[in-house]
Nanobody, 123 residues
Framework: VQLQASGGGLVQAGGSLRLSCVAS????????MHWFRQAPGKEREFVSG????????NYAYSVKGRFTISRDDAKNTVYLQMTSLKPEDTAVYYC?????????????????WGKGTQVTVSS
């Protein structure tokens, strides 16, 4: 599967953005979908994940209550709605697909990656 993320941009602190990740190919509904991010000089970190059915989601502690992940299998798309953005949310955001759901998602467990989209939050 090929993944293409979009929706990043420059926003002031407290603002909102919605990221989208469109998957090409078949069988999108068979993948567990994730968002990761990587800030300059830091390791790539897990942000959020959503199960195949959409019934289970998980979030990093740092974004819980502010970010919402969702998926639309008819559009082969996973979304990340980001609200109450903070300067520390500034990073390149990546979507990733995995065959299985992990209790603690990490980059090594992902099977497919998309190119990132830059999110910059100004103070």
């Amino acid at each position: 599967v090929q993944l293409q993320a979009s929706g990043g941009g420059l926003v002031q602190a407290g603002g909102s953005l919605r990221l989208s990740c469109v998957a090409s190919g078949r069988s999108f509904s068979t993948y567990v979908m994730h968002w990761f991010r990587q800030a300059p000089g830091k390791e790539r970190e897990f942000v959020s994940g959503i199960s195949r059915s959409g019934g289970r989601t998980n979030y990093a502690y740092s974004v819980k209550g502010r970010f919402t992940i969702s998926r639309d299998d008819a559009k082969n798309t996973v979304y990340l709605q980001m609200t109450s953005l903070k300067p520390e949310d500034t990073a390149v955001y990546y979507c990733a697909a995995a065959y299985t759901m992990m209790v603690e998602p990490n980059p090594r467990g992902m099977d497919f990656w998309g190119k990132g989209t830059q999110v910059t939050v100004s103070s």
